[in-house]
DNA sequence: GATTCTTCTCTTGTATACAAAAACCGTTGA
DNA sequence: TCAACGGTTTTTGTATACAAGAGAAGAATC
């Protein structure tokens, strides 16, 4: 439908190009959590005017980025550590549920591209580049939501991952994380092309969960960034 | 923290008063799927300014209930037959987790709540009130959420069964279905009270999936809906 | 007569102006 | 020295003003 050749010009809205470049900034940490989000600083920083800014902070407050605190302004969202599992508890199921779809709903051609992206994930890691591997296993992950076939799942997942990106970022800085991670998307490949939903369910939820038992070495990478964070802002 | 006995006094944000206004109008039919909501009568409506209808709309389309075509004007989100069953499918996922982890983490004062709510439905069932049953299944389910220990993951629920409110609603004109509901309410109960986390995951799924298997009956309320909308519009 | 181009209007998107609330800060008093 | 009070200032929230794109209606052309 949208996919004509040509779109006619999307016509720039300043308040979603704002919306997406704060999600990125928010996403990759330059706005760390607590941070707040000033109008009139963003609208200098932007060449803009407040209206878009407040635009864009009200839709990142609706998704759960920032938080508005009543004539106090927009936070970016602290994420307390026990919401944290909560939240991770839920993508594990949102997983579980996409590997289990997929099993049945997978065609021929998703198949390539789950292991084309397998491939690139085991690359990524052989070249021992973090940060690669990160995209590699972020397109890993969704394109089991798409093999799902279900698109509002594949679009609430894709949602949480994105908000639980920072945190997962700091996961693979975990001791040999990437190694662990690569082998245990072997085991949830085999299982997606073998058809076997209860085994493809059960492995992608213990891959996200993982990070809940493994707790201790989690908590201690948070208390890092924070350290690392109050510097930051004492400099 | 925030349970101090005096709160100081919210201060009203009108945006904010108006997105809930919003919401209601929509989940109960006010404006329906497809309606253009037009920012100067709705400024007119409600006595405000354009701004914070705005404020409102952009906030309703970043939680799905209205869609905004750029330059177009906010829209009421349609939501399509396929896309529905979809939605339907991670609600069943939810509450089905919800069940699983409530036989495990509810307190006897749960339990408490989850048989005081079924009582309220079976009671709304018996006096043949079929917009009583309906609230009283919310709560019903809403204590389930709650019971499940994970405040995230009730909130999620709770956004999801909103925005299916007005279609969950038609389905309880189908015949027959309140009490087909109740029945495997019992059976949900019996099995959260027996701790039984297997069974309640797969009665809640059943119980909200089973909407899916009587597609026919769907579809055909869907229909007639959209009819009544058809005639409306052409009116 | 149908189609396309043009113009006009209406609506959205952004900027600015104004009001009110909260934060800041220095002063005063104990 | 510390706490409380009052005034100032900064910042949010809402209203209004202005610009520009989209839609509709009419004129011109084939």
């Known amino acids: 439908m949208d996919a004509s050749p040509n779109t006619p010009k999307p016509a720039p809205r300043t ?63 602290e994420i307390g550590v026990s919401r944290l599992i909560e939240m991770f508890e839920v993508m594990a199921e949102l997983e579980a549920m996409c590997a289990r ?16 992206a397998h491939e690139a994930c085991t690359q990524a890691a052989d070249a021992g580049e973090p940060d690669a591997y990160f995209y590699a296993n972020e397109t890993f992950h969704d394109t089991i939501y798409r093999g799902s076939g279900n698109s509002f799942l594949a679009e609430q ?8 990106k920072p945190y997962r970022r700091l996961q693979l800085r975990v001791r040999n994380r990437v190694g662990n991670s690569l ?34 070495d989690f908590v201690a990478s948070l208390v890092r960034a924070d350290a690392a964070q109050a510097r930051r802002v004492m400099a």
């Open 101 to 116: 779809l997929a099993c049945r709903r997978m065609t021929a051609a998703d198949h390539r591209d789950l292991l084309a």
């Open 15 to 77: 308040a979603q190009v704002l919306r997406e470049a704060l999600e990125y900034d928010i996403a990759t940490g330059v706005f760390a959590p607590g941070t707040r989000l000033d109008e009139v600083s963003l609208a200098k920083r932007f060449n803009v005017s407040r209206t878009p800014i407040r635009e864009a902070l009200i839709a990142l407050s609706a998704s759960g980025l920032v938080e508005i605190r009543p004539r106090r302004g927009a936070f970016v969202q």
């Open 183 to 216: 082998s245990e998307h072997q085991t949830i490949v085999d299982a997606i092309l073998a058809g076997d939903d209860r085994k493809a369910e059960s492995a992608l939820r213990s891959h996200i969960l993982i990070q809940g038992e493994r707790f201790n």
């Open 157 to 164: 997942a894709r949602a949480l991952q994105n908000r639980l």
